[in-house]
């Protein structure tokens, strides 16, 4: 019997454990799962939502660690989930994509000399500037098994000198939880309870670079007050990005753009029915870039690069930088009937899970 920990902490973390949660819960003679929310997210629309949605049950242990500065918020993550490490001993630990939850809790796992599997690794930005990045590098650098996404996650590996045994290329476990639940996302009333008809173009912004300075905030705000004159945008705000729209004073220019839909962020069902729905999407996430290729709907990334470069050379994605006329351009090529066909990447295809177990059952 395998003791394994699966590690969540922020949004992006949960759909992608969900389907490993499920798929280990398969051989419970095999296996004993316990699952660590380490509560970097804790407002419920940032986490209790997709326990629901996800049909996930409560996790085993909660750290509460909440928001703080990045060595703040990784120290009591770290002191948090050590001491569940000492008093549980697990045989593996399993984290996932590249938030502070993730990096802290492995850095604790491997210097107890517990094994520790990163799930989606691999992926690289080239920004060493982004936290997410730094976070990417260090988790890669102390796991024992490399869970990639794409080949290019094979690729940075390699590059790097990580020995080819360490690696396995298991597909994209997000589109697993976004397989299982996208026919119950269509039934989402999401769009009447919005009160929305006609087409309309979907926001989401919390990268620090594009929402914590001014500047940039007001680049990427007058953009939208300029697309918004030709179509509806709706926009599920991070809680990040709400304090920064207070802290700069802009609440008032927001209010003003009148087809400019500013709502709370939604749970799963409804944010993947507005993404399937849209004419395209405007973001700064790394998990939409992936799921607006899935769906093929246009997505443009206001960032200058992207550690999923797949989603550009295959997918629907495009960066555009952060210029307020650069990105009224790029949404008016797609308004006017120009759009970025794609296609699925390979192992995109629902089964990510079902092979990250077969690893551990072999292993
Ligand atoms: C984090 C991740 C980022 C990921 C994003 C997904 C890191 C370094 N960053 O960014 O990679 O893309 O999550 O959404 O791990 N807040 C609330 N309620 C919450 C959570 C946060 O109000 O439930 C507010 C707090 O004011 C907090 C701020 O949002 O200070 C930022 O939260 P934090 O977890 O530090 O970073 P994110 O921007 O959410
Ligand atoms: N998402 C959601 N509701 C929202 C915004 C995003 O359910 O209001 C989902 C989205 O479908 C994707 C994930 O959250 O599965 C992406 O998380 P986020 O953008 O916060 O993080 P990132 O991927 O940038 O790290």
Redesign the pocket.
């Known amino acids: 019997m395998k003791k394994i920990h699966l590690i969540v902490g922020?949004?992006?973390n949960?759909?992608k454990m969900a389907p490993l949660y499920k798929e280990f819960a398969k051989f419970p003679k095999e296996f004993e799962i316990k699952l660590i929310h380490t509560g970097q997210h804790y407002d419920e629309?940032?986490s209790k939502?997709?326990f629901d949605?996800l049909q996930m049950p409560k996790p085993d242990e909660y750290l509460e660690v909440g928001s703080g500065t990045h060595g703040k918020q990784t120290a009591k993550i770290m002191e948090r989930y050590e001491e569940v490490l000492l008093k549980d001993k697990p045989d593996l630990v399993i984290v996932a994509?590249?938030?502070n939850s993730t990096s802290a809790c492995a850095i604790d796992a491997v210097k107890l000399h517990i094994p520790v599997a990163h799930l989606e690794a691999g992926l690289r930005s080239f920004a060493r500037s982004m936290p997410?990045e730094i976070n990417r590098i260090l988790t890669d650098a102390i796991s024992d098994y490399l869970l990639t996404p794409s080949p290019d996650g094979d690729e940075n590996l390699l590059a790097e000198g990580v020995p080819e045994e360490k690696i396995f290329f298991v597909g994209n476990i997000?589109i697993d939880?976004?397989m299982q639940y996208q026919d119950r996302a269509k039934g989402s009333d999401i769009l009447e309870r919005i009160g929305i008809r006609n087409d309309y173009a979907l926001i989401?912004l919390?990268?620090p670079s594009n929402v914590d300075n001014k500047k940039g905030l007001l680049t990427i705000l007058n953009a939208f007050e300029e697309i918004s004159k030709s179509i509806n945008l709706i926009f599920?705000?991070?809680p990040r990005t709400t304090k920064q729209i207070q802290a700069f004073d802009l609440e008032e220019k927001v209010k003003k753009m009148k087809n400019l839909h500013l709502i709370?962020?939604?749970?799963?069902y409804?944010?993947?029915k507005?993404?399937m729905d849209a004419k395209f999407i405007l973001?700064?996430?790394?998990?939409?870039?992936?799921?607006s290729t899935y769906f093929g709907v246009p997505c443009l990334t206001l960032r200058p690069n992207t550690e999923r470069p797949i989603t550009i050379t295959q997918g629907t994605n495009t960066l555009v930088k952060l210029n307020t006329d650069d990105i009224i351009n790029e949404a008016k090529i797609i308004l006017t009937g120009n759009i970025k066909k794609g296609s699925i990447p390979k192992y995109w295809d629902g089964k990510t899970a079902e092979r990250i177990v077969k690893i551990f059952k072999d292993n």
Not at 264 to 268: A, D, L, Q
Not at 283 to 291: A, F, L, N, P
């Open positions: 922020a949004r992006p949960f759909m629309r940032m939502f997709f949605d994509g590249d938030v997410e997000m939880s976004l989401t919390h990268r599920p705000i991070h709370p962020p939604v749970g799963y409804d944010f993947l507005l993404q973001t700064d996430s790394g998990g939409i870039q992936e799921e």
